[in-house]
């Protein structure tokens, strides 16, 4: 390989691993160490900014204000994606932007998943099904070929 070549192909391996870092910071979930939750909204109580089937990608701030669309954990429904009204002491109350009521349940800053930080339009219908274990092993199955057919092009077994 000419030194140009190998000067070019370093310095392209480098960006990738910068890029892949800095992917992995912002976007790494907090069971693999990340500081990035993915909610799916399953409602109407956030229209018209948000509906079933949109992805919301949060991350937890400092601190809470009123006016933040925040993800909190329910302790009876699971993740639930609303706007903070007020605080009540160490409790923060929400109400969903199509709501007329107030949520009855005020959760503490260790229920709060996340402030909203990113809103995709109906991606997360179409990644809820990657739950499905068909779904699942469709998309291994497409990785691992993939894998080979690189293998295939480079000449490698």
Known sequence: MKPRRRLVASVSSVVTVLLVALAWLAFAPPQ???????????????????????????????SYEPGDVVTYRHPQIGPVIHRIIDRDGARYVFQGDNNDFIDSYHPTQQELI???????????????????????????????????????IKGKP
């Open 32 to 62: 693999l160490g990340g500081q990035t939750s993915y909610v799916i909204v399953n409602g109407n109580s956030m229209e018209p900014g948000m509906h079933r089937g949109d992805l919301a990608i949060v991350r937890q701030p400092s």
């Open 114 to 152: 996340g402030r909203l930080w990113i809103h995709v339009p109906s991606v997360g219908s179409w990644l809820a099904r990657f739950h499905s274990p068909v779904y699942m092993a469709a998309l291994l199955c497409l990785a691992f070929m993939g894998f080979g057919g690189v293998s295939a």
